[in-house]
């Protein structure tokens, strides 16, 4: 019994390698990125790469253990809900009110720490952000709030309602 439990079991997994979720990978300079906006400096964009970018942009760096499912279908969930929430290869197709909400969100994840996610930092290590880390983000995010604050009229960085 128990050699036909892991029969159907080894099987079941070699079939399973043959269906790969399509891979996160755009070529080229993303001409949505939010540096096209704003400007980024190297230390905002260090930070982003190494923290954010796997799951927030059109670009992921995929570890090796990517080509074993199921350890693909789960990784790619997170780059898709992830992209969904936030895309920094997007972010100028956003509307200003949108962006303003991101940059908001963003400022709120840092402060909870709940970004980027702990299965995420449980193996890249080098995305534990420090506090000056941190805060280099927020002060960043605060600043592009802010420049937008300075240059729309109130009720335009304000989502509308969903219907
Ligand atoms: C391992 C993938 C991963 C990494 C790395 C990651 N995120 Fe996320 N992020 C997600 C997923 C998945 C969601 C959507 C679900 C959720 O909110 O937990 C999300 C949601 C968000 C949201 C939207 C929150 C909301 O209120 O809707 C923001 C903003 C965000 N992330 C910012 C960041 C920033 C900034 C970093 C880097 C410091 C980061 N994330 C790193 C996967 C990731």
Same mark, same amino acid.
């Given at each position: 019994?128990?050699?036909?439990?892991?029969?159907?079991?080894?099987?079941?997994?070699?079939?399973?390698?043959?269906?790969?979720?399509?891979?996160?990978?755009?070529?080229?300079?993303?001409?949505?990125?939010?540096?096209?906006?704003?400007?980024?400096?190297?230390?905002?964009? /260090?930070?982003? #790469?190494?923290?954010?970018? *796997?799951?927030?942009? =059109? !670009?992921?760096?995929?570890?090796?253990?990517? +080509?074993?499912?199921?350890?693909?279908?789960?990784?790619?969930?997170?780059?898709?809900?992830?992209?969904?929430?936030?895309?920094?290869?997007?972010?100028?197709?956003?509307?200003?009110?949108?962006?303003?909400?991101?940059?908001?969100?963003?400022?709120?994840?840092?402060?909870?720490?709940?970004?980027?996610? /702990?299965?995420? #930092?449980?193996?890249?290590? *080098?995305?534990?952000? =420090? !506090?000056?880390?941190?805060?280099?983000?927020? +002060?960043?995010?605060?600043?592009?709030?802010?420049?937008?604050?300075?240059?729309?009229?109130?009720?335009?960085?304000?989502?509308?309602?969903?219907?």
């Amino acid at each position: 019994m128990i050699k036909k439990i892991l029969i159907v079991f080894i099987v079941a997994f070699v079939i399973i390698q043959f269906f790969r979720p399509k891979k996160n990978i755009a070529a080229g300079e993303q001409p949505n990125h939010i540096s096209k906006l704003y400007n980024v400096p190297d230390s905002v964009k /260090t930070i982003f #790469t190494k923290a954010c970018n *796997d799951c927030h942009s =059109n !670009n992921t760096n995929y570890p090796w253990y990517n +080509n074993i499912q199921p350890v693909a279908w789960w990784l790619n969930k997170h780059v898709i809900d992830g992209k969904r929430h936030f895309n920094v290869d997007e972010f100028s197709t956003y509307s200003i009110a949108k962006q303003y909400k991101k940059m908001k969100e963003c400022i709120d994840e840092l402060k909870e720490g709940e970004m980027p996610l /702990t299965s995420y #930092t449980l193996i890249h290590r *080098d995305a534990i952000l =420090n !506090n000056a880390e941190k805060q280099t983000l927020i +002060n960043w995010c605060t600043s592009i709030r802010d420049s937008l604050k300075a240059k729309y009229p109130a009720d335009s960085l304000v989502m509308p309602k969903r219907k």
